[in-house]
């Protein structure tokens, strides 16, 4: 089974930056596409950010929820199993714990990584 590991995580400012890696424990045919997921206290886990890779991930195709477009942008690096989330312009509402979570596509994601934690305050 494959184990993804988050990092990156940490207190920042509002307006401040961050970048969070996901890392899978090998490469594997049974993921091809990898999310961001985030859960704020007494909320549901919800979706962020999406990356899906083409069969010779060659090429990929990206997705955001509304309210991190503009300001997230997640990418991968398929050489050293890695995806990224980079954060600006980041809120206090934008606080919670971030999970990375793979899948093969349209499945269920079934892969999921212990989260770091993503705080925003002053």
């Known amino acids: 089974q494959v184990q993804l590991v988050e990092s990156g995580g940490g207190l920042v400012q509002p307006g401040g930056s961050l970048r969070l890696s996901c890392t899978a424990s090998a490469r594997t045919s049974s993921i091809n596409n990898m999310g961001w997921f985030r859960q704020a206290p007494g909320k549901e886990r919800e979706f962020v950010a999406t990356i899906k890779w083409s069969t010779d991930r060659s090429t990929d195709s990206t997705g955001y929820a509304d309210f991190v477009k503009g300001r997230f942008t997640i990418s991968g690096d398929s050489a050293k199993n890695t995806v990224y989330l980079e954060m600006n312009n980041l809120k206090p509402e934008d606080t919670g714990v971030y999970y990375c979570?793979?899948?093969?596509?349209?499945?269920?994601?079934?892969?999921w990584g212990q989260g770091t934690q993503v705080t925003v305050s002053s």
């Open positions: 979570a793979g899948r093969r596509a349209p499945l269920s994601w079934n892969v």
